[in-house]
Structure formats: C-alpha cells, structure tokens
C-alpha cells in the first residue's frame, strides 16, 4: 500500500517504520522544520537537547526495545534522579523514605500516612477499579485532605488547571506506577533514563530507517485537508507546496522539493495530530464523531529553556507546591545529565501546563522570563537574571490530554469512519500516561492495523499490556 503519515513525531516515525519493514511505501509529512514533535530538540553548547525535558523509566519496554533494535541500546544510560519539593519558601529533598519522615510541613502521622499511601497505589495491578473515581476524592480519602493539599492537589493543579477535580485516579494511578517502577530495591532512589546525544537520535533513526525502506520524508509539508471520496480517504492536501525533503547522505540532509497542488494520492492515511487538529482536516465527518473527538481536551505544555553560568539547585526535578509560582515544576537538566555535555553550561527547564486561553500561555519569552524572575530568586536568593546567557520558549498546544474518570469510554478507535482512515494521537493512550513508550506502542498497533487491512497481511491488535 502506499500510505501516507501525518505528523512525525515518534508515533508517526514508528508507524511509517513498521510499515516500511513490512514492505509498504510510506511518506511522511510533518508541520514543523524539524522531526521529532514533542520530541524535536535544540542545540545547546554543541551538544543536542529536548525542547521538553525528557527521561524514560525502566519499565518504557517499548522505548527499549527500539533503541535495542535501531542499535542505539549503548547510548542509553541510567542515572539516580535527584527530587525535590518547594513549599513554604524551602527546598526539600524528596527521594528516599527518610526525606519524607523530615519533610516537616506534614505532621509526622501525615508523612507516615502519605508513604504508606503511595506504597499501595503503585502496588495495585488492577487499575479498572479506579475507573469511576476522580484521583482528588481518592487521594483525600485514602492520604488525607492535608496530604492532597501539601503534595498532590498543588502537583494536580499545576498540571491540570482548572480541571484538576475531574482527573481520573488511573491517570494517579498509572503516574505513581512508573515512578515507583523505577526505583532501585529497597525503594532507596529512583533511576531514570536518558540516551546520551539526546531522543533526537532515536528520531534520526527511525527517518534513516524509513529512507532505506524506500520511504518519503517530508517537513514544512502542513496537511491542510484529508481528501475524502465516497467514504474513504484518497489522499492529503498540502498547505503549500513547496516542502523540505529528507535524504540520508552524510547524515540526515533536506532538500526544497515541490509537491503537486492538487490532493496527494495515497491508498490509507494515518494521522498522528491532535484531536483538534485532526476534527479540521476531515471534511463531513458525521457529528457524533466529532463529539467523540471534543469530549477529550487537553493543557498545553509551555516550557522555557534557560541556559545559565551557574546552577540553581542541587535538585533534577524540584515539584513546586506553591499556588503563587508561575511554574509548576522545574527540572535543572545538568543535575541529571552533567553540564560538561553542553560546553559547561547548566540548563534548566521551567514547565507549565496551562489552558490556552491563560494570559501567561502567550507571554512572550522576555516578559514570562520577567515574570519568573522573583519566583527563581525564592529558589535561590543569589540567582540573578545575569546568568542567563539564553532564553527559549517552546509551546505546545496538546501537551497533556486530560484524563477524567470513565476515560475508557471515550477512547477513540484507530479506525475512524472514514475507510483508510486512522487516527493514534496521544488522547489514545491508556491507562498509562502519555509518553515516548506509549507513542511507540501507539505507532506499532496502528500500523498492524493499517497492515491488517492490505493485502500484506498482519496481525490486528491493540490493548494495554498489564
Ligand atoms: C513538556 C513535555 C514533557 C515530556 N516529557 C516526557 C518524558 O520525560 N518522558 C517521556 O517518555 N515522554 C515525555 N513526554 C511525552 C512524549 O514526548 C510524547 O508522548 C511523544 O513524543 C508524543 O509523540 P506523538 O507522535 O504521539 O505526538 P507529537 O510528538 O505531538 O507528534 C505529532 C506531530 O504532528 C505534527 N502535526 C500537527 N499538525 C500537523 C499538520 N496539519 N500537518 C502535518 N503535521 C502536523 C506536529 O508538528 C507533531 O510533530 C513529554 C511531553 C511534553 C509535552
């Protein structure tokens, strides 16, 4: 089949890979200038880094085994993590049992209460019992009203916003799962993952691996409409022609290249966007459909990237329990990977979520730097806006799917109604939260299920491993 992917971020550059192992001609055609989505990067000090902080948990089987399988395993290192907690004005470590016996804005049965909680949430297997419960109604019956108002409700505000009570308690569920996943035996740290050379690699080969199948690879190539005839897709419509494309020469390379005006004939298309992106590509698609397609809604992920002289902490990912803080975490990338992989420069990320009609989600970089500025001089008094020696702001409108009870119910299909249709965007992942793992596992099923469908053959199969 010749088939045709929309978005290459990981779940679209997997899905065009097994295709095209299996012997289909696939094109890939991605928005941005770069590949990767999510997972695009930067250069700092010579060296790449994520636009959004990354690290995977030992349990990220899928993201294992690709490295694994792309010859990337020995790049992957992993690193004890070093977690904090910022409330009331101080910095606290938050990694072993002893740290949460001292962290004393909780009362001493509070902190023994709060442990024990999340040793028996990340202990459960069976996570359906948890389907029709919100994670805050859980939380402040099972650790307490003062543990929910000390440590996760600032932690589930911070990411949700205003939809913070109507977060399911799998979503809490599947996160503590991975975060306890990760911990060394007796529970003393947590390790975590990270590819030296940055995931970008992991992007580049998988691109590579798509050129040598005989695959397309195009960026600045923005689908503006999915072309429908009687019923089925027959191709994609480009917002301009003219587009980037990729060769595998010396390393990755890219061309300007011309694609015709008119529709881009394809037998099947996977789209890999957003749901509210997706919605605007398709033409009639019928309204309980796109009811479906609203019900999940998601925050956007607003991330600064600073490059600075000097470190702010000693903490990789310091939580911020503070409602006054225009950050909800900030996560000192130096204190994980070392600064002498970026010329000696520390880097710190500062990470939002937010709805996208918030006021700070379209600040521009210089005045939310201005804005941050007090609120780093309360993580360290001496930090002055003289070490930055570089700013950058990255965006993204689908940072976070919001997963409210009942989710299962309204998971979307990968088939859509539209014959050769599919959609494996990130509100279909569950009950895990979204992750490379999970965008892997998403691009692995929808091309069984795009494979199931030709010719070829294939098996058909999707489902969450347990
Ligand atoms: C702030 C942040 C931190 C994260 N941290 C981690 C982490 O530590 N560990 C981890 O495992 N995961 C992390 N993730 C999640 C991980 O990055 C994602 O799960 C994964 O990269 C999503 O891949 P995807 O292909 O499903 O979606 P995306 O990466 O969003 O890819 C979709 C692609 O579609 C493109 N597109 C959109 N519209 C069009 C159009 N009209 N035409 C063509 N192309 C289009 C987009 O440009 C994009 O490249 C993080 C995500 C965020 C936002």
Same mark, same amino acid.
Not at 140 to 152: I, T
Not at 307 to 317: Q, V
Not at 361 to 369: A, E, I, K, N, V
């Given at each position: 089949? *010749?088939?045709?992917?929309?978005?290459?971020?990981?779940?679209?550059?997997?899905?065009?890979?097994?295709?095209?192992?299996?012997?289909? &001609?696939?094109?890939?055609? @991605? &928005?941005? /200038?770069?590949?990767?989505?999510?997972?695009? #990067?930067? =250069?700092?000090?010579?060296? &790449?880094?994520?636009?959004?902080?990354?690290?995977?948990?030992?349990?990220?089987?899928?993201?294992?085994?690709?490295?694994?399988?792309?010859?990337?395993?020995? +790049?992957?290192?992993? !690193?004890? /993590?070093?977690?904090?907690?910022?409330?009331?004005?101080?910095?606290?470590?938050?990694?072993?049992?002893?740290?949460?016996?001292?962290? #004393?804005?909780?009362?001493?049965?509070?902190?023994?209460?709060?442990?024990?909680?999340?040793?028996?949430?990340?202990? $459960?297997?069976?996570? $359906?019992?948890?389907?029709?419960?919100?994670?805050?109604?859980?939380?402040?019956?099972?650790?307490?009203?003062?543990?929910? @108002?000390?440590?996760?409700?600032?932690?589930?505000?911070?990411?949700?916003?205003?939809?913070?009570?109507?977060?399911?308690?799998?979503?809490?569920?599947?996160?503590?799962?991975? &975060?306890?996943?990760?911990?060394?035996?007796?529970?003393?740290?947590?390790?975590?993952?990270?590819?030296?050379?940055?995931?970008?690699?992991?992007?580049?080969?998988?691109?590579?691996?798509?050129? +040598?199948?005989?695959? +397309?690879?195009?960026?600045?190539?923005?689908?503006?409409?999915?072309?429908?005839?009687?019923?089925?897709?027959?191709?994609?419509?480009? @917002?301009?022609?003219?587009?980037?494309?990729?060769? @595998?020469?010396?390393?990755?390379?890219?061309?300007?290249?011309?694609?015709? =005006?008119?529709?881009?004939?394809?037998?099947?298309?996977?789209?890999?966007?957003?749901?509210?992106?997706?919605?605007?590509?398709?033409?009639?698609?019928?309204?309980?459909?796109?009811?479906?397609?609203?019900?999940?809604?998601?925050?956007?992920?607003?991330?600064?990237?600073? #490059?600075?002289?000097?470190?702010? /902490?000693?903490?990789?990912?310091?939580? !911020?329990?503070?409602?006054?803080?225009?950050?909800?975490?900030?996560?000192?990338?130096?204190?994980?990977?070392?600064?002498?992989?970026?010329?000696?420069?520390?880097?710190?990320?500062?990470?939002?979520?937010?709805?996208?009609? *918030?006021?700070?989600?379209?600040?521009?970089?210089?005045?939310?730097?201005?804005?941050?500025?007090?609120?780093?001089?309360?993580?360290?008094?001496?930090? /002055?806006?003289?070490?930055?020696?570089?700013?950058?702001?990255?965006?993204?409108?689908?940072?976070?799917?919001?997963? #409210?009870? *009942?989710?299962?119910?309204?998971?979307?299909?990968? =088939?859509?109604?539209?014959?050769?249709?599919?959609?494996? *965007?990130?509100?279909?992942?569950?009950?895990?939260?979204?992750?490379?793992?999970?965008?892997?596992?998403?691009? +692995?099923?929808?091309?069984?299920?795009?494979?199931?469908?030709?010719?070829?053959?294939?098996?058909?199969?999707?489902?969450? =491993?347990?």
């Amino acid at each position: 089949m *010749n088939i045709g992917i929309i978005g290459g971020g990981l779940a679209g550059l997997v899905a065009g890979y097994e295709l095209g192992k299996a012997g289909h &001609r696939v094109t890939i055609l @991605e &928005r941005d /200038s770069q590949l990767g989505g999510q997972v695009g #990067t930067l =250069e700092v000090g010579g060296e &790449r880094l994520e636009r959004f902080y990354h690290h995977i948990f030992t349990s990220d089987s899928h993201v294992r085994e690709l490295l694994a399988e792309l010859g990337l395993a020995s +790049r992957l290192v992993w !690193i004890s /993590s070093k977690v904090g907690f910022f409330r009331d004005g101080s910095l606290w470590d938050f990694v072993t049992p002893r740290d949460l016996l001292n962290f #004393t804005p909780l009362s001493l049965p509070n902190r023994v209460r709060l442990g024990l909680a999340s040793v028996y949430i990340q202990r $459960q297997a069976n996570w $359906q019992k948890y389907e029709g419960v919100t994670a805050r109604d859980w939380i402040v019956k099972y650790a307490g009203r003062r543990n929910f @108002e000390v440590v996760w409700g600032p932690l589930l505000r911070g990411k949700f916003g205003e939809s913070y009570d109507k977060v399911g308690m799998v979503w809490f569920w599947g996160k503590m799962r991975l &975060r306890f996943g990760s911990r060394e035996k007796g529970l003393q740290s947590e390790r975590l993952g990270y590819l030296n050379g940055s995931f970008g690699l992991l992007v580049d080969e998988l691109a590579r691996a798509i050129l +040598r199948a005989g695959g +397309r690879i195009f960026t600045e190539a923005s689908v503006e409409r999915i072309a429908v005839e009687n019923g089925a897709a027959r191709g994609v419509q480009l @917002e301009r022609p003219e587009v980037l494309s990729w060769r @595998e020469e010396n390393g990755l390379a890219k061309d300007v290249h011309d694609l015709p =005006e008119d529709a881009l004939p394809f037998d099947a298309v996977i789209a890999t966007v957003p749901s509210m992106v997706f919605e605007r590509l398709v033409p009639d698609l019928p309204v309980d459909y796109v009811q479906r397609l609203k019900a999940t809604t998601y925050q956007a992920a607003v991330c600064m990237v600073l #490059t600075m002289a000097r470190p702010l /902490s000693h903490i990789y990912w310091l939580n !911020i329990s503070d409602p006054t803080m225009p950050f909800v975490a900030v996560i000192e990338h130096t204190n994980f990977v070392g600064a002498e992989r970026y010329g000696g420069k520390h880097v710190v990320y500062l990470s939002n979520y937010l709805s996208q009609d *918030n006021p700070l989600y379209r600040q521009t970089p210089g005045d939310l730097l201005q804005t941050y500025e007090p609120h780093l001089k309360r993580i360290n008094p001496e930090f /002055s806006l003289s070490w930055v020696e570089s700013y950058r702001l990255f965006r993204d409108d689908s940072g976070q799917p919001i997963v #409210t009870t *009942n989710y299962s119910q309204k998971l979307l299909p990968m =088939e859509t109604p539209v014959g050769g249709l599919y959609l494996a *965007n990130t509100t279909q992942i569950y009950p895990e939260d979204r992750g490379m793992n999970y965008s892997i596992r998403l691009g +692995r099923d929808v091309s069984r299920v795009v494979a199931g469908k030709s010719r070829l053959g294939g098996v058909l199969s999707r489902g969450n =491993e347990k």
